[in-house]
Every structure is written in C-alpha cells, then in structure tokens.
C-alpha cells in the first residue's frame, strides 16, 4: 500500500486554504499551526531536490513481514522491544525504510548523505515551512522502530540492525515548541508550525490525557487505546507498545498502546456481508430490540487477535448458538465484542501500570452508538465520557501548538477546552458482569484453541 | 488579531484542517480524499 507524495501535499495545502477560508478569517489571525498525522508511514527523498525517491509506503503495508520475521528468529526481538518499546514488525517504519534503500539500490547514497527519511509529518514539514527544516517530533520518532524511548535519541544499535545511516535521520524536537514558519505563499502570512504529533498521540492530548492512568479509546475500523503512562519508560506485557505520548520543554511523557483489530469492521460485517442491517447506526437499535445475546458470543478475530492474546492465527468465532437466536442476538453480539475486546486492553494496561483509572474517554466513529458506550461502561464497570469535540486528533494538534507557542503554560491550562457531551455511568450487578466477563473468555478460548490446530494445518 | 488555532490531520485516507476558536470549538473543517494504491 502506497501514497503518491505529491498528493499527500496537494491534499493538505488545498485542506487548509479551504478551512482558513471558510473560516471567514485572515491568515495573520491564525497564532499557530500543529501537525497531527498517520504515523509510521514512510518516505525517502533527495536532500537538494526534495524529490522522493519512492511513493510513501503506508503503515498498514506488510510488503516487509518477511524480514522482520528473519530478525525474529535471529533472536533480535528483545534488543527492539527493550530500546524502542516496539513490538518486531512490518508496520513500522525501519523496514521499510531497509525495503525502498535495497528496491531501489540506494544505501551508498544514504550513507554519502545524500537522502532524507521521515515519515509524514517530517515531509510536510520539509515541503511546507519555510527554509526547508527536516525535523520530526518524539512521538512520530517513536514509531520508526529506530528511536531509544529511554535516551530520547536515534538508537545506533537499532540504526546498525537496519542499516540506516544516521545522517538520513530527521532532528527530533519536543512534541510542542517552534518548528518553523509555514510558506508565506500557502496562506499569505508566515503562519507559526509549533506543534508536530502523531494522530494517536494528538487525540490522547486532545482528550486531556494529562495524568497517568487517563486513558482514551479510538473507535475507528479497529481500537487505539493508549494510556499515560507518567514520566518513566514503561514496561509493556503481552503484546502492548510503549511509546512517547509527547515531549514538552524537553520532559517527556509516555503512553502504553494497545489495538483491538476488528471493531467497527464488525458493523460493516453485519451490513455488507450479512446484510442484516442497512447502515452502522441500525445496529443500535437491532441491538437494543433483545434484553441480552442470549447466551451468542461472537469473537469478531477476522484478523487475528490483537494484545493481550496476540494470535494471529485466530479467526472469527460464533459461540453459544441455540435454536432462538436471532440477528438481533448477533448484532447484540457484535456491539459487545467491541467493548469486551477493549476492556481486555483497559484491563491489560491498568494491571501493568498497577493503577485503575476513574473514567475513559472515547472518541471515534462507533462512539456515536450509545447501546455500545452504556455496554463499555458496564462492562468495565468504568465511567465512559464521551467528549462535545469528536476531532480530538485536531484539537489535540491545535492545543499543542497552542502551548508551543506559549499561549498556554502547560497542559492543565489547555485542558479547559475539553468539554464532556455525555457521561455513561456503569450500571450492572457485579455478578451480571462476571457471568458476562467468563462467557467472552470462553468464547477467546474457543477461538484460540481453533487457532492452535489452524497453526499445525494451515486452510486459510 | 493572532488568535485562532488551526490543525492539520494528515491521515490514511484524507487530508483534513481544521480552524479552532480561541474556546476550542471547531470554526470551519475542510477535508480531501486521495487516492490509495
């Protein structure tokens, strides 16, 4: 999977013309611009041309899946995971940077110094601020698998395993601070860029995620959820990432990460393939037309299981099925599985960081079904909050930038703009919850046992 | 006067802005698609 680099550009310079514009207001009233962006996607380009070499290689991309397994058995996996607090594998941006330096023959140019890594951010950057600056922030470094999480600096073990030479490596400044000042002919003023941030990241500041413990869940196609982890390296367990949740006046602070794979994928399944329902938010009330699944769980593993099972091998499977159950009952199931996938994380994350956080906050398409939100609560008897501002990612971005150009102090006086639309408050006996808890363990063993023969006799 | 902020959301599948008003309410969102192959 790729991206023309010219349209990522194009795209966005015509994106912001458009919202300044439709804003009514003048460029000079802009204080300052951040960056949010899809992380680990990966570009190589001239350092005197600013010619890509190659298209952006998008995260999602397992062309390097291969590799990365080679470094596995080589016994590499527990160097990667102490130093960048990654897990080995083909989404970040290291081989993919190895895949375009051997595709296209160019290691003796990176080591002369003659190109430029960075992932997106970094090449909007270089190709919108004035002067050129080829900078990324700690955030996006902490996705390329080539960053010390703990030193805050390229790693040259890591730099050496991947063969990358340092010199093709992008300045890595704080999360909030000046990065330079966009084009004068972008917008017609040289608009202040004082904030650079991946998208997870973003929308974890943009939910005011200051303390540790403040958790927040993403409900796209998939879930990120990540979780302030305070101002110490975390140690991650079974399969969660450690990253950096941004880096400020030189301080930075971490997140444990974690993805449920399939969550709104669910709903699509429901809609484009059994077509049960017409639209995603028909799901609600299919859902809510039942008391319970009547005892269906489904394991929604289209792709494998995610932290804290990571099973590749897994796939989706229907539990519980009795002569009554209806598409109700499944679509019931459905919405569930979302919520007990997350709650697994949640659960996973507060026992490593030994804290049990008070309330989560979500964002994201699925929040929008308030039978899935109250199920989230109850389920992990936590209180749900559910923000007025869905664009967490962008107003986590604006915010940052806001305190990079001092117009904040700190994070706490930014949080004032964070604004709960609704609060769902958990409201299940605990012993209902327990019954419903081991019903969806042992549906997960279920899968994971089918997993296990699948591994010794591979069908799909 | 300097006083909106303004965000860029360069994700997978679309290039979005966003201008904030100084209380943090989203003012004006523009947002283009682009191609993936």
């Given amino acids: 999977m790729e991206h023309d680099p010219d349209d990522l550009i194009a795209s966005q310079v015509k994106a912001l013309s458009r919202a300044v514009s439709e804003a009514g207001i003048n460029a000079r009233d802009i204080a300052a611009l951040g960056i949010a962006n899809q992380r680990e996607t990966t570009l190589v380009w001239e350092r005197g041309s600013g010619k890509p070499v190659y298209n952006a290689i998008v995260w999602q991309c397992r062309r390097t899946a291969g590799y990365i397994h080679g470094l596995k058995r080589a016994g590499h996996a527990d160097l990667i995971q102490a130093k960048s607090g990654l897990m080995p594998d083909a989404y970040f941006s290291a081989s993919k940077i190895r895949w375009i330096l051997d595709e296209m023959d160019l290691q003796g140019r990176a080591e002369a110094g003659e190109l430029c890594f960075g992932t997106v951010d970094s090449f909007l950057a270089y190709n919108l601020l004035e002067g050129r600056p080829h900078v990324t922030d700690a955030t996006n470094a902490s996705r390329t698998m080539l960053y010390n999480l703990g030193r805050q600096d390229w790693d040259d073990d890591l730099l050496r395993l991947f063969g990358v030479p340092r010199g093709m490596l992008p300045q890595v400044k704080d999360t909030a601070g000046l990065f330079g000042v966009l084009r004068p002919d972008i917008l017609g003023a040289p608009v202040p860029v004082a904030a650079m941030a991946g998208d997870q990241q973003a929308a974890l500041f943009g939910q005011a995620c200051f303390a540790p413990g403040d958790v927040k869940n993403t409900y796209g196609t998939g879930c990120f959820m990540l979780m302030n982890a305070g101002e110490n390296v975390p140690v991650p367990q079974g399969g969660l990432l450690a990253t950096t949740a941004w880096r400020i006046k030189g301080q930075p602070a971490f997140a444990l990460e974690g993805s449920v794979f399939t969550a709104g994928a669910a709903i699509q399944w429901l809609r484009d393939e059994l077509g049960i329902i017409k639209d995603a938010a028909e799901s609600q009330a299919l859902a809510e037309s039942v008391p319970d699944t009547q005892g269906v769980c489904l394991v929604p593993a289209f792709t494998g299981l995610g932290a804290p099972h990571w099973e590749m091998y897994a796939r989706g499977t229907l539990t519980g099925l009795t002569r009554g159950a209806n598409k109700a009952h499944l679509a019931r199931a459905a919405l569930e599985a979302i919520a007990y996938q997350s709650n697994d994380l949640l659960q996973m994350m507060a026992a490593t960081l030994g804290r049990r956080p008070r309330d989560m906050k979500v964002d994201g398409g699925a929040t929008a079904n308030d039978f899935l939100m109250q199920f989230q609560a109850d389920i992990g008897d936590i209180r749900v909050l559910r923000p007025a501002v869905r664009e967490t990612t962008a107003l986590g971005a604006a915010l940052l930038a806001g305190l990079g150009i001092g117009m904040f102090r700190n994070p706490r006086e930014a949080a004032g703009r964070w604004l709960l639309e609704r609060e769902f408050i958990p409201d299940m006996a605990p012993d209902k919850r327990q019954q419903l808890l081991s019903g969806w363990e042992r549906a997960v063993k279920t899968a994971l046992y089918e997993a296990g023969s699948r591994r010794e006799a591979p069908c799909s | ?37």
């Fill in chain 2, 1 to 37: 006067m300097a006083q909106y902020l303004a965000a860029l959301d360069q994700g997978t599948t679309s290039s979005r802005a966003i201008v904030f008003s100084p209380e943090g309410r989203p003012k004006a969102t523009a947002a283009f698609e682009f191609a993936q192959r």
